[in-house]
């Protein structure tokens, strides 16, 4: 029955976003803090966290077969991410921060993350793998161009390690490596769990296709929707989080490297996953 299947899908794409967002997002900012990382470090690993969904979801669809699916997914995953990411510098007041020239750069190639996919689902481009090594190389030079912008975020940003430590991360540093050593061993068990999960919505979405027709630009799109609300919730958290320590510019930067990370994996690596996946299915 429709409205069964429909019922397993909403359940296992609730799995993998909760786990996603209560556990696996938690467990990262939780190693970040251990480790005394950056705002930019932690920004960067909580947009490769909150791309799992996506990883998840794209690698099972092409396995399935439903490219077409894989590619409405990230698009629509990546123009969410910037409303989403929009709407939270608006509700946290920190518009003056995106003047930042670094910032800027880096939402410029994030414009670029939704214009390529929309291109490729506009001139209707197949899954090709000659595709990958375009993408790779498109991945490496937006980190190129990122790594060079981070000398514009000015001495409000450099100054970032000086900030006050408040009591509670005094107290994770006593224990970093134990903490260290059970969070790592936490992440594995939840990787795990959500490789499980995102074969069960892969059989899920090839049944919506073979069964009940439903078009895969449709399935993608729900799909992307679902997948961005960890990156909500990030980019919330994040400048929060510093604006606690009165440093806007350190949640913006956390937020701004989310976003940035997020949406380039979600393309040039994730995309290309799921056409390699796609391609050898075929054969």
Not at 89 to 107: C, D, G, Q, Y
Not at 214 to 242: C, D, N, R
Request: one cysteine or more.
């Amino acid at each position: 029955m429709l409205i069964f299947e429909i019922l397993k899908f909403i359940i296992y794409s609730a799995l993998i976003v909760y786990i996603s967002k209560k556990i696996l997002v938690k467990l990262l900012r939780k190693i970040a803090e251990v480790l005394d990382l950056s705002p930019k470090a932690v920004g960067n690993i909580a947009g490769f966290a909150t791309s799992m969904p996506e990883l998840l979801t794209v690698f099972f669809s092409s396995i399935q077969g439903l490219f077409d699916a894989s590619i409405y997914n990230i698009a629509s995953s990546n123009i969410i991410n910037i409303i989403q990411y929009m709407s939270s510098i608006a509700v946290n007041k920190n518009r003056k921060e995106l003047s930042n020239k670094a910032i800027k750069i880096e939402l410029g190639i994030v414009i670029a993350t939704i214009l390529i996919p929309v291109l490729m689902i506009i001139f209707g481009i197949d899954a090709n793998i000659n595709i990958v090594p375009i993408f790779i190389l498109l991945f490496i030079f937006c980190y190129y161009i990122r790594s060079n912008g981070y000398k514009l975020y000015g001495k409000a940003f450099n100054n970032e390690r000086e900030i006050k430590k408040i009591e509670e991360e005094k107290k994770w540093v006593k224990n970093k490596s134990k903490i260290a050593i059970v969070s790592f061993i936490e992440l594995l068990i939840v990787g795990v769990i959500l490789f499980v999960v995102g074969n069960l919505l892969g059989d899920t979405l090839q049944t919506f296709k073979l069964r009940f027709n439903i078009p895969e630009a449709i399935i993608g799109i729900v799909l992307g929707f679902i997948t961005s609300i960890p990156e909500l919730i990030t980019f919330i958290e994040s400048q929060k989080h510093h604006k606690k320590n009165k440093s806007n510019i350190e949640g913006v930067v956390e937020a701004t490297e989310n976003l940035f990370s997020s949406n380039v994996i979600n393309l040039f690596i994730i995309e290309s996953i799921g056409i390699i996946m796609y391609v050898f299915v075929r054969r």
